[in-house]
């Protein structure tokens, strides 16, 4: 970590724009997302996520903007024969830094110089460091040149705070206290980050579900076979959870797609049927039940987008029942959230196709219409083929195939 990167973290933290503050900084935007990359891997956590044209800070972004910004401005005290007002003025609609050191110094850097200054002694530092002398003098050397002044007095009895030096030290020595303040949670995060198995799924469709007693029974087992390695779980799309392996972001997914990727490797866990949810005033007529054509022709669908598995599932289920013509008619609605889906069901006039599995338990003012069963929901334990994580999947695989 360099002190350039925080100035330009603050900016882009402040106006929430890598462009914004590339403007303000006089900087290609690419330098700026590069510098903002390397703070968040420092610090193991996103501090901002894309919105439209701009950014939007995370949680721990917002926690952290205002000790990035304390950090920003203790680094820009360090360089007083280059004057650096961290101000952000509006300028022509445009947010703008009126001044920013030129050079850098890592934090690496000034941390070692303050123990060259605590010791007294630049040999007994390097010991302490575990570094050469010689190379330790050149970055104290550095320092001073780019902060144009002499930290050190030197003699034979050791090496002490030049005058000019005294309140450079004293500003190092808060850098240091706000960033080990800073770093604190992220060395927690990265232990963790290193042995957690972070499974992914396709959202379950309630508590009652099968993917919930699946998911709550790996949890539970889990922790007693392997006490030491956390595991994560996150609920996601099927288009979103494949982006997640790939990406090297989750070790092992389950999905309900029709048929895994040629990247992919894994283990059929089960399969299920297909129902339509109707409120069961729609479904009646007469003494009887209406076909699922004509409930589906009759009433608005709320069913998950693309995105998802099941709506792949879904289309061959209406690709069956109706011609083209007849699909363009239907009054569709796309949510893709089983619970808000049941809701509208239950409560708007809506009808929806779902896993059978999941419609056990229903209120009752609604049924369940059953439908073909040559169109099967299959549900997938999968891992990357030529991935580092084959074990991992395997493990998950016992637990709850």
Not at 101 to 127: D, H, K, N
């Amino acid at each position: 970590m360099d002190t350039a990167t925080l100035i330009i973290a603050d900016v882009v933290l402040r106006l929430k724009s890598l462009r914004g503050a590339g403007r303000a900084l006089n900087k290609p935007p690419g330098s700026v997302a590069a510098a903002m990359a390397r703070l968040e891997a420092a610090l193991a956590v996103p501090l901002t996520r894309k919105t439209g044209s701009g950014l939007m800070l995370t949680l721990e972004g917002t926690r952290l903007t205002g000790r990035i910004a304390g950090l920003a401005q203790l680094v820009a005290t360090l360089f007083q024969s280059e004057p650096a007002d961290l101000s952000v003025s509006l300028r022509a609609g445009e947010h703008a830094l009126q001044t920013m050191p030129t050079r850098s110094v890592s934090l690496e850097a000034l941390f070692r110089l303050l123990i060259v200054a605590q010791t007294g002694s630049i040999r007994a530092a390097a010991r302490r460091l575990k570094l050469g002398q010689p190379q330790l003098t050149r970055q104290i050397a550095h320092i001073e040149q780019v902060l144009g002044r002499p930290l050190l007095t030197r003699s034979r009895d050791g090496c002490l705070a030049s005058d000019a030096g005294k309140p450079v030290i004293d500003t190092i020595r808060r850098i240091e206290s706000l960033w080990l303040e800073i770093v604190k949670a992220s060395d927690e995060r990265f232990r963790r980050a290193e042995i957690t198995v972070r499974v992914g799924s396709v959202m379950p469709l309630g508590p009652d579900s099968q993917i919930a007693d699946l998911l709550a029974s790996l949890a539970a087992r889990w922790r007693l076979a392997y006490p030491r390695q956390p595991l994560f779980i996150t609920s996601m799309l099927a288009e979103d959870l494949l982006d997640g392996l790939r990406r090297g972001r989750l070790d092992t997914v389950l999905l309900d797609i029709s048929s895994l990727p040629d990247d992919l490797d894994g283990r059929l866990i089960s399969t299920s049927s297909l129902a339509l949810l109707s409120p069961r005033t729609f479904a009646r007529q007469g003494p009887g039940m209406r076909s699922p054509t004509a409930i589906l022709q009759s009433s608005p669908i709320a069913i998950p987008s693309l995105r998802s598995g099941l709506r792949q599932t879904i289309d061959q289920v209406l690709t069956e029942l109706f011609d083209e013509a007849g699909r363009r008619q239907l009054q569709i609605v796309e949510i893709d959230s089983i619970p808000v889906i049941m809701k509208m069901v239950a409560c708007h006039g809506f009808v929806s196709i779902l896993p059978s599995v999941s419609l056990a338990a229903l209120a009752d003012n609604l049924v369940g219409v059953p439908l073909s069963d040559r169109h099967q929901l299959p549900l997938w334990i999968a891992w990357l083929k030529d991935g580092q994580d084959r074990r991992v999947g395997r493990q998950v695989f016992e637990m709850v195939g």
